[in-house]
C-alpha cells in the first residue's frame, strides 16, 4: 500500500477556481511544479481559447500571432515569483471581504516567451500611446455590478516595453496548462499576479488610461474603509517573507530548531532577512542563499534555534530588499485587503 | 482540455499526515467519498499492518482473528459522522497549540463491520472487567515525552459493549484503505474521532483504567490555561452546524441567497436548526431533510435568505439536538482546543 502522503491545493472556492498552493510544505523548491502553483481566477474557464493572438490600437502594422508564430521568435526564460495581489488577505484585521488567502497565493517557476516589446517593436508602436491593454478570454460576472465582463488590464507603455515583461507560453519548459492560461499569458515580473493576464487575445495600444473594473475598481487601494478618497493602484510586490518551518501553533521537543523560509521582492533584490525571538526589539540575521542570476525569484533563508527551554515563543521574521523596503511591524489595512507583507510571524510551543 | 475544477484535501502537515476534508464545498452528500475524507494521525503510517487481530486480558477465551474470520461474522453497516475532537481549533482565542484545523476535520460515510460486543461475547468478558484497551499498529515520537507510543485508547465497558461499537472493514462499501485504518478499526459512533482507533492490532480488557498519554494527556478538556485541575475526558461529539453557502468573507449580488449546510449531534437527533442575521436576537427556523433511520447522520439544511438590501451581514447558526443541548454563542475554551462548537458564523457582503 502506499504509504507517502502529499500535499494539495487548498481550495479557497470551486467555480471560479480559486486554489493556494501548499507552499508551507515545498522546501527549498525553486521551480514549483504545476501542479502545485496556486489558481486564482476571477470567472469560470473560458470555454473558447483564443486560437490568434491579436494587437492593434495605436500600433502602424496590426497583427494577429500564431502560437507558432510566437513560438518562432527568439525567446526567453525568467524565473519570477507569482504572488498574488490578495496573498495574506485573511490576515488583516479586520479581514476584508474576498478570497480568503492565507499566504499560499504564491508560487514560483520559469516563464518562456517573447518579449512583449518584441512584437509591439513588429506592430510598431506609434506616438501617443499610453497605455497597453491586455484581454482575456476569461469572462462572466461580477458581485457587484450588472453585465458580463472580460478580465482586461493595462499596463503604463513603460511597464509594457520593459525587456522582461513578456508573452509566455510555457510554464517550467512545458506548454501552459489550461490554468496557467493556454496558448499564451501575460507575465509581468516584480508585479503582483493581477497584471499577468491569462488566456491573453488581444493586445491593444491606446493614448489614454485604461479603466475597467479590475483595472479602476479591483487592485486599487483604497485606505479608508467607507470613502473612495486616497485610491491609488496595485502594483509592484512588496518585500515580504514566508516561515515554512516551523508551522504555526506547532509543538516541538526541546533542541535544535531549524527555522527556514522563503522571501521576495519585486523592487531590487533580498538583501537581509532576519529573525526575532523578543516580539522584535532584537534581530539576528538569517542566512540567505539566492542564485545570482534570478532578480524576481525567491531567496531561501534559514535560521538554526537552540531551542531548548520550554515555553511558548513566537518567531518573527523580516526581509529587506536593496531598495531599502523592510516588512512593516503592521499591515497596510486597506478595504479590498492588497499587498500584505507584516512581519512573518508564528508561535510555536517548545515542550 | 479539462475545465472541471475540483476541491483536495487542506494540508495541515505531511509527516504524520493531518488533512482536512474539503467540506464546504461537498454539498448535500450523505457519503463523503473516500478521497475526501480528512485524514488525522498521529504518527506516520505504520509499516506493518496487522494481518490478526488479538482479544486478550480478562476474557475466558482469548482470540486471534483474521479480517477473512471477522468478515464471515454478522455484519452491520452504520452511517455515521467522524469528526476530530480538535475540529475548528483554529477558532478558539487564543488558538491552542496543535494542527489548525479550521472546520474540515469532519467526515461521514457507511462503514460495514461486526458489533465489538459480538467479538467480546465470542472472547467471554470475564467478571471484574472495567475497560477495553485498544491497540493500534501506528507508533512513533511524541513531542511532549520522551520515548516511542503506540496509538492506543481505551473505553469503558459499557461503551465497548454498545451495539454500535463495532470493528470495521469497510468505507462507503469497499474495503479500508491505508488512511482509514486497513485491514480493521474501531468506529465508536457519537463519540470524538480519538475513539476510533485505526489499524486496530490488540484488544486488550482490563479491570483498570486505560492512563496513556493519548487518554489521560491528551483528548481531556483542561479548563484552565495553566492547570490541569477540572480537566475531563472528551467523549461524545457535542452538538454542532456547518455552514457550507455562503463561504465566510464572500461577496454577492443582492438577490435570493440559499443559506445552506450540515448538522449533527453525538447525543439523540437534531431537532432544530436556526438562523439569524440579527447577531442572535431572533432566530428563523431553516428547513431540516434528515434520514430518520441514521441516527449518527448529519442532516442537510437550508435557509432562503432574501437578501436584497446591500450591506455586511454575520450570518449566525445554531443547531438543537434531542437532548436539549444548542450551541453555545461563545465557545468553551479548553487548553488543547477540544469540542468547539459555538454557533456558526460567516460574514458575507451584499451588494
Given at each position: 500500500m502506499m504509504t507517502r502522503a502529499r500535499p494539495y491545493l487548498l481550495t479557497r472556492s470551486v467555480v471560479p477556481e480559486n486554489q493556494e498552493s501548499p507552499i508551507w510544505f515545498l522546501h527549498r523548491l525553486r521551480f514549483v511544479p504545476e501542479r502545485y502553483v496556486f489558481r486564482r481566477n476571477h470567472f469560470p474557464y473560458p470555454l473558447r481559447l483564443p486560437?490568434?493572438?491579436?494587437?492593434?490600437?495605436?500600433?502602424?502594422?496590426p497583427l494577429s500571432l500564431s502560437l507558432a508564430e510566437l513560438k518562432a521568435m527568439p525567446a526567453k526564460t525568467i524565473t519570477a515569483v507569482l504572488e498574488c495581489a490578495g496573498n495574506q488577505r485573511a490576515k488583516f484585521s479586520p479581514p476584508p471581504f474576498g478570497e480568503q488567502w492565507e499566504g499560499g497565493a504564491l508560487s514560483q517557476g520559469a516563464w518562456t516567451g517573447v518579449p512583449l516589446r518584441e512584437v509591439l517593436a513588429r506592430a510598431g508602436?506609434?506616438?501617443?500611446a499610453a497605455e497597453v491593454v491586455f484581454v482575456g478570454a476569461d469572462e462572466g460576472l461580477r458581485p457587484d455590478m450588472d453585465g458580463v465582463f472580460s478580465y482586461v488590464r493595462s499596463l503604463p507603455l513603460a511597464k509594457a516595453l520593459h525587456p522582461d515583461t513578456m508573452i509566455a507560453y510555457a510554464y517550467n519548459g512545458a506548454p501552459l496548462s489550461?490554468?496557467?492560461?493556454?496558448?499564451?499569458?501575460?507575465?509581468?515580473?516584480?508585479?503582483y499576479g493581477m497584471a499577468s493576464v491569462k488566456w491573453l487575445a488581444h493586445i491593444i495600444v491606446t493614448d489614454h488610461p485604461f479603466t475597467g473594473p479590475f483595472q479602476s475598481i479591483d487592485y486599487m487601494y483604497y485606505p479608508h474603509p467607507d470613502r473612495d478618497d486616497g485610491k491609488r493602484p496595485v502594483t509592484t510586490i512588496r518585500v515580504n517573507s514566508l516561515i515554512q518551518?516551523?508551522?504555526?501553533?506547532?509543538?516541538?521537543?526541546?533542541?535544535?530548531?531549524?527555522?527556514?523560509?522563503?522571501a521576495w521582492t519585486g523592487r531590487g533584490v533580498i538583501t537581509r532577512v532576519e529573525?526575532?525571538?523578543?516580539?522584535?526589539?532584537?534581530?539576528r540575521e538569517a542566512k540567505v542563499s539566492r542564485d545570482d542570476h534570478e532578480p524576481y525569484a525567491w531567496v531561501h533563508w534559514q535560521w538554526e534555534w537552540n531551542a531548548d527551554r520550554?515555553?511558548?515563543y513566537e518567531?518573527?521574521?523580516?526581509?529587506?530588499?536593496s531598495a531599502g523596503r523592510t516588512q512593516p511591524p503592521h499591515p497596510l489595512w486597506n478595504r479590498k485587503g492588497y499587498g500584505y507583507h507584516a512581519i512573518s510571524r508564528v508561535r510555536v510551543q517548545i515542550t
Open positions: 486560437d490568434r493572438l491579436t494587437v492593434r490600437g495605436l500600433v502602424s502594422f508602436v506609434r506616438p501617443g489550461l490554468q496557467r492560461g493556454y496558448p499564451l499569458r501575460l507575465i509581468v515580473p516584480g508585479w518551518f516551523p508551522l504555526d501553533r506547532s509543538i516541538h521537543r526541546r533542541g535544535p530548531l531549524k527555522v527556514e523560509g522563503i529573525v526575532s525571538l523578543d516580539g522584535g526589539r532584537t534581530w520550554p515555553g511558548d518567531i518573527l521574521v523580516r526581509a529587506t530588499d
